[in-house]
Antibody, heavy 122, light 103 residues
Framework: VQLLESGGGLVQPGGSLRLSCAASGFSFSTYAMSWVRQAPGRGLEWVSTISGSGGTTYYPDSVKGRFTISRDKSQNTLYLQINSLRAEDTAVYYC????????????????WGQGTLVTVSS | EIVLTQSPATLSLSPGERATLSCRAS??????LAWYQQKPGQAPRLLMYDASNRATGIPARFSGSGSGTDFTLTISSLEPEDFAVYYC?????FGQGTKLEIK
């Protein structure tokens, strides 16, 4: 199982960015997938999950309306569209695989990609 | 929303010693708790899931226990590579982390 993120970079406040996560080594459509971020020197923060089918998405209130998670089963790729970027969005963004197709209490993140750094600054 | 509180914030021990890390939930989470290890510059790695199940490839010196609101991650005899930051997690919530450092 391998996850490889890309798409990070330096963006001005108010800008947009789309992160990608290429998945391999498992049946991509069978599992929910998530994004978790980590600001410099800080802890881990969950920012979105999408069900295995792609039909259901989940976000914390802190990013709802600005972040959009999606998946392309034909490309085995997970995406995170981030709009209206703020300085506090500066972080390493990790994609991770969930253990089932749904977002439930029975949940953990394994494995994780290596992360992609998003820096929001003028 | 569930809050996870980890203690201590920092734990200073020597190789060969036993480490005990705590995670307390603000309400019962049954056994739905995971633990991760993160080393500098690396992604987190799953250690335990469902409170007491070791993830694939995790050495037997790591063990997890607890249910309800109180959970423990124990490292029976510290190896040099075990010094890292450890996080607990339940669904969408992570604890703030415990830094395990060399004394």
């Amino acid at each position: 199982v391998q996850l490889l993120e890309s798409g990070g970079g330096l963006v001005q406040p108010g800008g947009s960015l789309r992160l990608s996560c290429a998945a391999s080594g498992f049946s991509f459509s069978t599992y929910a997938m998530s994004w978790v971020r980590q600001a410099p020197g800080r802890g881990l923060e969950w920012v979105s999950t999408i069900s295995g089918s792609g039909g259901t998405t989940y976000y914390p209130d802190s990013v709802k309306g600005r972040f959009t998670i999606s998946r392309d089963k034909s490309q085995n790729t997970l995406y995170l569209q981030i709009n209206s970027l703020r300085a506090e969005d500066t972080a390493v963004y990790y994609c991770a695989k969930n253990p089932t197709s749904l977002w439930t209490q029975y949940n953990w993140f394994d494995p994780w990609g290596q992360g992609t750094l998003v820096t929001v600054s003028s | 929303e569930i809050v996870l509180t980890q203690s201590p914030a920092t734990l200073s021990l020597s190789p060969g010693e036993r480490a005990t890390l705590s995670c307390r939930a603000s309400q019962s989470v049954s056994s739905y708790l995971a633990w991760y290890q993160q080393k500098p510059g690396q992604a987190p790695r799953l250690l335990m899931y469902d409170a007491s199940n070791r993830a694939t490839g995790i050495p037997a010196r790591f063990s997890g226990s607890g249910s309800g609101t109180d959970f423990t991650l124990t490292i029976s005899s510290l190896e040099p590579e075990d010094f890292a930051v450890y996080y607990c997690q339940q669904r969408s919530t992570f604890g703030q982390g415990t830094k395990l450092e060399i004394k």
